[in-house]
């Protein structure tokens, strides 16, 4: 099946400073992918709606400025969280959209756990 | 825009029993119910989904009915299995279009052995 990955799987960083994490679809075009927040015992949080060679959608309540996502090929798209404070910590998850047909499947990556000191 | 409740939040059982979580939605527009189990610490992982044109689907142990005109679809898992303690996530969305899936809060299934 389709297989998305995602990196890094964690990371700790100081409070200030800004963190890339990258989402790739290993084996399949995703057109569009998906940036999910994930707090603990929680349901998924959609942050952001990602299109290649486009901006992108961003949920209400989520600021672009600070989530930056940039999604510049059929099979990365990348997330900083910029100025990261500690209430950023979290469980970020990206998935892809694999097209083919009039439904598509969504697949998800394995989640990068962000602590911000 | 679309609302997906799931019930019950928490769902205890013991191993050989069946266990069934259910999901309503809001947009009758909605045409792609999948459903996720999520393990601790992991990814969540497409275990099936049902497409609005069929009303009943079932792999093995696992079966999702939809129910259209109510607006709810359930998901039943029977024999159930220590290894089947998950979180487990319906969703609902319209496909082909601009795809945007509404999860529910979830669902934290425990079997006992």
């Known amino acids: 099946g389709a297989v998305v990955s995602q990196h890094p799987s964690w990371v700790i960083c100081k409070s200030g400073t800004s963190v890339k994490i990258e989402c790739r679809s290993l084996d399949f075009q995703a057109t569009t992918m998906f940036w999910y927040r994930q707090f603990p015992k929680q349901s998924l949080m959609l942050m952001a709606t990602?299109?290649?060679?486009?901006?992108?959608?961003?949920e209400q309540g989520v600021e672009k400025d600070k989530f930056l996502i940039n999604h510049a090929s059929l099979t990365l798209s990348t997330l900083t969280v910029t100025s990261a404070h500690p209430e950023d910590s979290s469980f970020y998850i990206c998935?892809?959209?694999?097209?083919?047909?009039?439904?598509?499947?969504?697949?998800f990556g394995p989640g990068t756990r962000l602590t911000v000191l | 825009g679309e609302n997906v409740e799931q019930h019950p939040s928490t769902l205890s059982v013991q191993e050989g029993d069946s266990a069934v979580i259910k999901c309503t939605y809001s947009?009758?527009?909605?045409?792609?119910f999948p459903w996720y189990k999520q393990e601790l610490g992991k990814r969540p992982q497409l275990i099936i989904d049902?497409?609005?044109?069929?009303g009943e689907k079932k792999d093995q142990r696992i079966a999702v009915t939809l129910n259209k005109t109510a607006k709810h679809f359930s998901l039943h898992i029977t024999e159930t299995q220590p290894e089947d303690s998950a979180v487990y996530f319906c969703?609902?969305?319209?496909?082909?279009?601009?795809?945007?899936?509404?999860f529910g809060r979830g669902t934290s299934l425990i079997v006992h052995p």
């Open positions: 998935s892809a959209l694999a097209s083919g047909g009039f439904y598509g499947t969504q697949y």
């Open positions: 947009d009758s527009a909605s045409n792609y």
């Open positions: 969703a609902a969305t319209l496909s082909g279009g601009s795809y945007i899936p509404t």
């Open positions: 990602s299109n290649e060679g486009s901006k992108a959608t961003y």
């Open positions: 049902i497409r609005s044109n069929v």
